[in-house]
């Protein structure tokens, strides 16, 4: 897995509820995706992020985020974007459960 794609909905959603330039949200509202950048991330043995690690990583911060911002589109009863933001979150953990198949 290179990459995970959102639709147009999604992409609206993360557009509206993102925090700015360091937003995971902002990330995928600006690109349509959600890929390994260009600087590899050390994990907590020392060493270089493998790809899938890297991106397992990446999905878990967008995950948490989307489930953040769906909590808040909630309480303001905006269920479109809450449906949107749900949805970004379940292919997150969908795309982690894929990625790193020892922690599930």
Known sequence: ME??????????????????????????A???ALSRGTIRPVGDDGHPMM???WLAHLAER???????????AHNETLDD????????A???RAAIAVLTPEAV
Request: hydrophobic share 35%.
């Open 3 to 28: 990459r995970i794609e959102f639709d147009g909905d999604e992409l609206d959603a993360a557009n509206n509820w993102h925090g700015g330039q360091s937003s995971m949200l902002y990330a995928i």
């Open 30 to 32: 600006s690109t349509g």
């Open 51 to 53: 790809d899938a690690q």
């Open 62 to 72: 967008l995950e948490g985020e989307a489930s953040d911002a769906a909590d808040k």
């Open 81 to 88: 974007e809450r449906d949107a933001l749900e949805s970004i």
């Open 90 to 92: 379940a292919k997150c």
